[in-house]
């Protein structure tokens, strides 16, 4: 098992975006299930890949940690000789339900579900189960807001987005961004 996740991890590095590596997993069925219109963004593959789930329409950043198992007993066994915390490796399934944002640097911890229409805020460590329709951050990772909301807020400033071009942005449109930033934080 160990020289198949190698490889796996070597081909995921070989996929260039987050939509072939998704596509790779779905195609040499590595994950538990892996739904439609998902971006899979990390580079390696997690231990125990068969314990995650993710359904439609599932962004995973790439610097995101998905973690379906600890290994604290190891350390505890170590500290209390003497007490008994069953095998040194403890293992959870991770299920990630449709439309679903995990933003950079979050960690998701075994036995978490993350219900539809929900964002996970950068830096967030999700230990216990986000209910649907939400923005969860922190740590441990809490609703903080309302996906519904976000979504009206984000349609109502859609004036704001940009097209970049190779990812590039002209000097006059960041100096138009610099003015509106200035003119909100002066008034």
Known sequence: MRRERLYHSIR??????????????????????????????????????KLIKLHNNVIVHKTAH??????????????????????????????????VYISAYCTIMSNVRINQNCIISSGSVVTSDIPENSLASGNPAKPTGR???????RKMSKGQTVKFKNQELSDEMAEAEWTKFYNKHNS
């Open 12 to 49: 995921l590095l070989l996929c260039r975006t987050a939509d072939k590596r998704a596509a790779y997993l779905k195609k040499h069925d590595i994950l538990g299930a892996i739904g439609e219109n998902c971006r899979w963004g990390p580079w390696l593959l997690p231990l125990y890949p």
């Open 147 to 153: 996906f519904d909301m976000f979504v009206a807020l």
């Open 66 to 99: 998905i973690v379906p198992h600890d290994v604290i007993n190891r350390f505890l066994k170590t500290a209390y000789p003497d007490s008994d915390f069953g095998h040194w490796e403890k293992v959870g399934c991770i299920e990630i339900m449709d439309n």
